[in-house]
């Protein structure tokens, strides 16, 4: 079965460059949600989208932003990394806003 | 505001025992609940959830959980332990109206397996 798929995996960036990270979600899925899961942390939830509305936030920082586009993919764009943003990053998605379906997550690395 | 309770940090078991791992959560009414399962470095694979209905739910891999409403528990159990259970357990809870929301997660149990 297609699963959610997130690009890229790895990351590496420098002291504040910006990164984007990618999903797509599992197909007639219309439901993204953005988490960010800390060393040795619960995943902690950012962002989500419905039908390419934001439908809750969280505790997303300002220099964070994400989209989702006409296609149901969502991108989370990251501006001024800080080294505190290194993280597992992962996206979920749900045919329902019910049961969420998690991505295999992008690690990004700030130095 | 919601949140869940994952008492015990870590939790090591002999393979082939029984397990049961601790959720306590906190919301106002009967919320989603979800247990996921996190191998090291790896995503978050849905073991099972409840809604609504029977309150003992079975999942993947063997695993079942009840819920108890007067106790606002949904613990997770498996009777016969095999190695390859050795991962990272979260209890999370959802909201019932509206969905389209966050999942709140607990901090997570850490399970380790002995032969």
């Known amino acids: 079965a297609a699963g959610v798929i997130q690009s890229p995996r790895h990351l590496i960036k420098e002291k504040r460059e910006t990164a984007t990270l990618k999903c797509y979600p599992i197909?007639?899925?219309?439901?993204v949600y953005w988490y960010q899961q800390g060393p040795g942390q619960d995943p902690q939830f950012l962002i989500s989208?419905?039908?390419?509305?934001?439908?809750d936030k969280g505790s997303i920082p300002d220099r964070f932003s994400a989209q989702q586009f006409s296609d149901y993919h969502s991108e989370l764009n990251m501006s001024s990394l800080e080294l505190g943003d290194s993280a597992l990053y992962f996206c979920?998605?749900?045919?329902?806003?019910?049961?969420?379906?998690f991505g295999p997550g992008t690690r990004l690395t700030v130095l | 505001a919601q949140s869940v309770t994952q008492p015990d940090i870590h939790i090591t078991v002999s393979e082939g025992a029984s397990l049961e791992l601790r959720c306590n959560y906190s919301?106002?009414?009967?919320?989603?609940l979800f247990w996921y399962v996190q191998s090291p470095g790896q995503g978050l694979q849905l073991l099972l959830k409840?809604?609504?209905?029977?309150?003992l739910v079975q999942g993947i891999k063997g695993f079942e959980a009840e819920f108890k409403r007067s106790q606002s528990s949904f613990n997770l159990r498996k009777p016969s332990v095999h190695w390859s259970d050795a991962a990272e357990y979260f209890c999370?809870?959802?909201?019932?109206?509206?969905?389209?929301?966050?999942?709140?997660f607990g901090i997570g149990t850490k399970l380790q397996v002995i032969p």
């Open positions: 979920a998605s749900s045919p329902d806003g019910g049961t969420q379906y």
């Open positions: 197909p007639r899925h219309d439901t």
């Open positions: 989208f419905y039908e390419k509305m934001q439908s």
């Open positions: 919301y106002g009414a009967t919320p989603y």
């Open positions: 409840y809604f609504s209905g029977d309150t």
């Open positions: 999370a809870v959802g909201p019932t109206s509206g969905g389209y929301q966050k999942v709140t």
